[in-house]
């Protein structure tokens, strides 16, 4: 049997793993290890005396990827990026964002919803998790929603769909991943995410302001605020921007002249800064276990997902599947935006059985090569590229687009991770509540997409600067 037709089974049979519910990091690196197996067995003519030698080379060769990959120090960012996002919440900085978005915002048609949007996305600036933002606000925004009369559906779609917008907004722990997975430049990988990031927010908030608008007591604006007391409420929310500015600045300087240090240097002098206004604020040493517990338990578990499924990665390489795939997709005599647009669809529907990480890291390495085929290689440059841009630029083009699917996907039925944290921190909300609630969310996100793509300006703006 062929190194490919062996590829294609063990792939079949991980999925069916996934369908069947075991994790999805178990069930990849139990198919990269079977694939191993086989695929070195296949070459010694399948003789039962070879059965231990091939075993025996593929657990040593499995074996090699937790540490060879995990210790890289791009991943160091993670840890540093979730410990940023629960230092602030101990620290009190989600209200301060909360307050000072209705005091800024509310007045407008369904004020509170749009305040509840931007203050997700000023908290995704210092958290990267898509999870942890939407326990968080669904505490502090929806209590606030429902006091004025908004649907408690609506309200908790509100809170999962803001939450999304971490995934993009750096620091962004998938961009990480993304990054490493495909071997492109991190810091320019965040960088693009800041304007698809805040440009998401725009789409959610002129959403809720057009339903406002045209359905009758929908959100009714909050009014009353005096400027002073506007004033009053940037002062609590400045060392958001600190952190922000200070991970800009170690992944490029606006300024002129190179970046003052790489960007796991920003991330941890982020988290240094969070960790000294929580104190300022009165954490207890409790709550500094927690965060750090917290972080621990979530790092743990990205990190598990990357070396199982990067073992599963090894496998594929043997089998040659990326590289018949990419072939395979260049021979195709449709239009290469089409077949773009084919993928990103197909990542819908992906994401609406997997968690978005696992897909992103079982599916790249071989999607990846074909579109970096469709655009003309990695290395070509943007006169001679088929959507006008560089390999470099095309590859964070399209890591923008792929992150942006895993965000829709993160409030899709039937696992859309966001809707089942609110209502689990909501005892009158269910599941199907939520789901109903980001009902709408689903037109803007379809919206920006396509605006992604329409116009990638969108995207490299920012790093092309870089």
Not at 186 to 215: D, R
Not at 277 to 284: F, H, K, N, T, W
Request: net charge neutral; glycine share 10%.
């Amino acid at each position: 049997m062929e190194p490919i037709e062996i590829g294609i089974y063990v792939s079949i049979g991980m999925l069916v793993l996934v369908i069947l519910g075991m994790r999805v990091a178990f069930a990849a690196a139990l198919a990269g290890l079977i694939g191993l197996i086989w695929i070195f067995w296949a070459k010694k003519g399948y003789d039962p005396n070879d059965l231990m030698w091939a075993l025996t080379v593929a657990a040593k060769t499995a074996g090699q990827v937790p540490h060879s990959k995990i210790s890289s120090q791009a991943l160091s960012l993670i840890p540093t990026f979730i410990l940023i996002g629960y230092l602030a919440y101990y620290a009190g900085l989600t209200h301060a964002l909360f307050e000072a978005a209705k005091r800024w915002l509310a007045w407008v048609p369904g004020g509170l919803a749009v305040s509840t949007v931007f203050a997700t996305a000023g908290f995704a600036a210092v958290s990267g998790a898509s999870v942890a933002t939407s326990a968080v606000f669904a505490r502090i925004a929806i209590p606030e929603m429902l006091k004025i009369g908004y649907d408690k559906r609506f309200a908790a779609g509100v809170v999962a769909a803001g939450g999304t917008l971490a995934s993009l907004i750096p620091p962004s722990a998938i961009l990480v991943i993304y990054a490493i997975i495909v071997e492109q430049d991190v810091g320019k990988l965040l960088l693009a995410g800041f304007v698809p990031g805040a440009f998401s927010a725009v789409i959610y908030g002129l959403l809720i302001i057009g339903m406002a608008v045209t359905i009758k007591g929908f959100g009714p604006p909050v009014r009353g605020f005096t400027w002073r007391q506007r004033f009053a409420s940037l002062p609590p929310a400045l060392p958001i921007v600190l952190v922000v500015m200070t991970i800009i600045l170690f992944v490029y300087n606006p300024f002129g002249g190179d970046a003052w240090g790489t960007p796991t240097e920003g991330g941890a002098i982020g988290a240094f800064i969070v960790f000294l206004v929580a104190l300022g604020r009165g954490m207890r040493w409790t709550q500094l276990k927690d965060a750090l517990l917290e972080t621990a338990k979530l790092s743990v578990m990205i990190f598990t997902i990357i070396w199982g499924v990067l073992i599963y990665v090894r496998f594929l390489g043997f089998a040659e599947l990326p590289s018949a795939f990419s072939d395979w997709i260049s021979s195709l005599t449709m239009p290469p935006m089409l077949i773009l647009i084919c993928i990103l669809l197909a990542y819908a529907v992906l994401g609406m059985f997997m968690d978005a990480i696992g897909m992103l890291l079982l599916t790249l390495p071989v999607v990846y090569p074909a579109v970096m085929a469709l655009n003309g290689g990695e290395l070509v440059s943007a006169a001679d590229s088929t959507f006008g841009m560089s390999g470099p630029m095309c590859a964070i083009w399209f890591g923008i687009l792929v992150v942006k699917m895993a965000e829709f996907c993160l409030i899709t039925p039937p696992i859309g991770l966001n809707c089942f944290v609110v209502a689990g921190v909501r005892d009158d909300l269910t599941v199907q509540d939520v789901f109903k609630g980001v009902t709408p969310f689903f037109i803007a996100d379809a919206i920006t997409i396509a605006l992604l793509v329409a116009f990638p300006a969108i995207v490299l703006w920012l790093p092309s600067l870089a």
